[in-house]
């Protein structure tokens, strides 16, 4: 009987495995065979699952090491928005947009009271540290048990005055809003190490503490804490201080974290607000005011701040001179809070993963905007009014109703800081105040006008006193 040899070239491939016909290949395995030693029977063996979308080592110790080791069937990090629709709820809208039906009780607010700060908590609702650690135990089990659960990092403020913001939430929903609304970061999941949140932010929707305490009961609620970085290092097992280098022990000691609570509610505009509210900690500390004001701009450049509170420039969609809604004002010019842009015409949607939302009878949709990062200083403020000329001159106190201001006697953001420096930084700038008379008035016809200021081609009274 002949047997056909064939060489290296000619051996077909089957998976992972090599088959041949080759005679002398066949006695080099038996070969083999008979010097294989196999292990003792008492060894343990153990089978970890392949890594795959969903399931990434990375991913799973990052949130065990938040107390939220996944316990269901994925955790995500950064999903893309073509995978994070496969997981929402809600029917598909306009421009292949999800809609969803987000509107939710409102929630009470507590603030953790541990003597860090000069804060004033008089009036407010607090908790003490042992009713924060028995919510946190509860909520992390909670979010743990979840089915899917998706961690989205993202960055609240434009480079140079970023704060870093990891959320943790078993909501798809509400992690495509925050994809579409605050600056994005890396969906390179190799990289997840590498980002420091300085906020940390709990998000479960359908949690309800089953051990209401003195403070927080079973409605709905969020909670803030601040906590320096000297009382993360106290707090730190003796073994892992060890292991981290002086220097960075110096820069952690003098750093300020937040943890932001928020439960019992899908509303994505009490999600917004509570993760607004407790960044503007840290924008203040850079000495800078956090406007709800448009950023509208011009072909050369320039542009202007826009007192929005009714939204009247999105009532038709987003303008192509919109460049940014929210933003924070300093010395060194203007940031963008948002890369995102919220208005009511779900007719003129973005087709690039934005998000829906209904609040009873009111659409919302949430889309990414512009890239507008940061500029130096305005060429002027305006604000709406509802009589008098088209446009006249304005006051810097006019202006004053697109401060984001926090609720009177919050504690970490007083209305008194955010007034004062836009007062001072106001009059140092001299910047002019514009007052647009938009009753009754087009669009098209307001936005044209807000780029010739933004230009500085505007002339103040060469407009046509408004009709009535």
């Known amino acids: 009987m002949m047997h056909t040899v064939r060489r290296v070239s000619q051996v077909k491939a089957a998976g992972c495995r090599y088959r041949s016909t080759s005679y002398m290949e066949k006695r080099r395995r038996e070969a083999k065979r008979k010097e294989f030693i196999p292990l003792p029977d008492e060894s343990v063996w153990r089978t970890y699952p392949n890594e795959r979308l969903g399931n990434h080592y990375n991913v799973n110790w990052t949130l065990a090491g938040y107390g939220c080791p996944p316990l269901g069937d994925n955790a995500f990090y950064n999903l893309h928005e073509r ?4 997981y929402c709820d809600g029917g598909v809208g306009p421009n292949k947009t999800i809609s969803c039906q987000r509107e939710g009780p409102q929630s009470k607010h507590f603030f953790v009271n541990d003597g860090y700060g000069d804060y004033n908590f008089t009036g407010l609702n607090t908790i003490d540290a042992d009713e924060w650690r028995r919510l946190m135990i509860e909520m992390t089990s909670f979010v743990s048990s979840s089915s899917n ?8 403020g434009a480079r140079g005055a970023e704060v870093k913001v990891r959320i943790i939430s078993p909501d798809p929903n509400a992690s495509l809003f925050i994809k ?7 969906t390179n999941r190799e990289f997840i190490q590498d980002f420091k949140p300085e906020v940390v932010v709990y998000h479960a929707p359908k949690f309800t503490t089953q051990k209401p305490g003195v403070g927080v009961g079973q409605e709905p609620f969020t909670v803030q804490m601040l906590m320096s970085g000297a009382s ?5 097992a003796e073994q892992t201080l060890k292991e981290i ?19 019992g509610t899908d509303s994505l505009t009490e999600l917004q607000s509570s993760i607004n509210q407790i960044t503007s900690q840290f924008h203040s500390k850079q000495n ?3 406007l709800n004001a448009s950023v509208v701009g011009s072909r050369d450049g320039g542009y202007v701040l826009v007192s929005d509170k009714d939204g009247l420039l999105t009532s038709k969609g987003v303008p192509s001179n919109l460049l940014a809604q ?5 010395e060194h010019g203007v940031f963008s809070t948002h890369r995102g842009v919220t208005h009511e015409s779900v007719e003129n949607a973005s087709a690039n993963g934005s998000i829906a ?12 905007a512009s890239a507008f990062s940061s500029s130096n200083q305005p060429s002027a403020f305006v604000h709406f009014v509802e009589s008098g000329p088209f446009v006249s001159q304005g006051n810097t106190k006019n202006f004053v109703p697109g401060l984001n201001v926090a609720p009177t006697g919050y504690p970490f953001a007083p209305e008194e800081f955010n007034f004062n420096n836009f007062v001072n930084f106001a009059q140092q700038s001299t910047i002019p105040v514009y007052s647009i008379n938009a009753k009754n008035k087009d669009i098209t016809e307001i936005t044209k006008v807000l780029q010739q200021i933004a230009e500085g081609t505007f002339k103040l009274g060469s407009q046509k006193p408004q009709k009535e």
């Open 357 to 368: 939302w209904s609040v009873g009878k009111k659409n919302f949709v949430t889309q990414a």
């Open 180 to 186: 579409n609304l605050y600056h994005a970061t890396s």
């Open 83 to 86: 995978h994070l629709k496969m």
């Open 288 to 290: 800078l005011v956090s």
């Open 149 to 156: 659960l998706f961690l989205t990092d993202c960055i609240v």
């Open 326 to 330: 929210g933003c924070l004002w300093g």
């Open 232 to 236: 993360a290092l106290d707090a730190t």
């Open 245 to 263: 280098p002086e220097g960075e022990k110096e820069q952690i000691a003098n750093s300020v974290a937040g943890i932001l609570l928020v439960a």
